[in-house]
């Protein structure tokens, strides 16, 4: 691949070692890793299973980190997880660009060669990423390292003639940005173009055609006074767009239902494998079910409604015949994460559902389209597989991907509660104010809610009509704030009962516990 590369050292070594200034150096390198990069993502774009080589490294380190530090990033960074990691990465790049810039100015193939390692991590990561074309990444590999080299050498040699002492400053200069601005924007035009093939759009299409069949049994209408549609409030049903989103897939999986395959598999009877319609052509339920992460802090976001349509597991479940010894369900991503809970609740709980729709619409594609699991009562991490592939009957020695790093076996949702009505440390001023909030306890639902201000007595809220235990229930309490700074604490009661704890305890290994509360200024 060298010979895509311009030899002749003496070319750019005008006036010996160093003649190119550093700064110049450096950016030459910079932009020419940039353009290379850009490159190979336009033909990731381009080229079906040639991954983008930049997510494939991202991907690797999220595989690779160790589980506390995966749950620092999520607890940090939350559903922004993903751009800081881009962002880092494309930080590291950009140094290590700089860098070889600065050993190409004293010997342009010590620079060629670094480029050449670099990129070969990038292959490396790419080879490792599922149904991948190991031909087709290794020619994308060799075909951005070929444009960083030549870019490399030509922005040298500009620059070199620039830093000649009979050089007239300002042709000289003009040489050099001119090439500098044409690598950017190869680097510009090949990112984007890449991002923009990657296929998304065409899914976005399809999606858009599919028309949800009427559900079996369909969720009773909303009741009146389920929603309380008190100003900051958050809703009943999260909106699509606002739920929140976790998972380690960097490149949303975007999966085409006409080449897609539900496999029931493992220790069933009739193993068999459903295809996109045959699921839909499926009697299907509604439920509204609250979906909650392991991850979420007392007072977190990363915890949502939504009404879902799908087919029971349950129903795949008789028609596969599950054996004896068959005591875990584990769920299969088409990018691999796996995601195992005990298959006595898909048995038990009818909700248990391989949905399809989310608030009315396919899922999107952010949410798993075209299928996902959708269990009540079971955090994300063990049950709510997005982009579905497979459901395997096995038994219990088999690990989901986030039990090895660090999160129980077992992940039943706690009974929790979230005061978000006055805003947490902000103000509002003296007199008759809401405090509002949801609390939820899916498969149990919510009895009470209980507010304290200050050191004074619980006082019980009102609560929204409960639409169903799986679903999360807003409450409000009409408060007379009086001027000066205000703590707020909550507490639920779930339907079994069971106070919410006061015990804090950290999101690993099994989720937080402990009142969430709030502090608000009231001018006076
Ligand atoms: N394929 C896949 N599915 C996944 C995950 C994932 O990383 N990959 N994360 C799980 C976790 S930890 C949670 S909390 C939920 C979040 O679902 P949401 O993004 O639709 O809110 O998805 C689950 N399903
Ligand atoms: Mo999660």
Redesign the pocket.
Known sequence: MATAAPTGDERIDTGGAGSVPAGRAAASGLLAAAAGIGVAELVGGLVDRVPSLVLSVGDAVIDSVPGWLERAAIAALGSNDKPVLLASIALVAAGLGAATGLLARYRFLIGAVAFVLVTAVGVAAGLATEDVSPLGTVLAGLLGAAVGVAVLHRLLAAAAREARPDASPGTGRRGFLLLAAGAAAVAVAGGVGGWLLTGRERLDAVRAAIRLPRPARPAPAPLAGADLDIPGLTPLYVANED???????LRV?TVDPADWRLEITGLVDQPFSLTYDELMAMPQIEADVT?????NEVGGD?V?NARWQGVPLRALLERAGVQRGATQLLSR???G?T?GFPTVTALDLEEAMVAVGMNGEPLPA???FPA??VVPGL???V??????SSIELTDWDVDG??VPRGWAKEGPIKTQSRIDVPRPGGSVSAGRQPIAGVAWAPTRGIEGVEVRIDDGPWQPAVLAEQLDVDCWRQWYLPWDATPGRHVITARATDGAGERQTDERTPVAPDGASGHPAIEVDVDG
């Open positions: 739920f929140y989103r976790i998972d380690t897939a999986p979906l909650a992460c392991v991850s990363l949502g991503s088409v990018d994460f995601a952010e949410h798993g996902r699991l955090y994300g991490y049950s709510a597989t997005k982009w579905l991907y986030w």
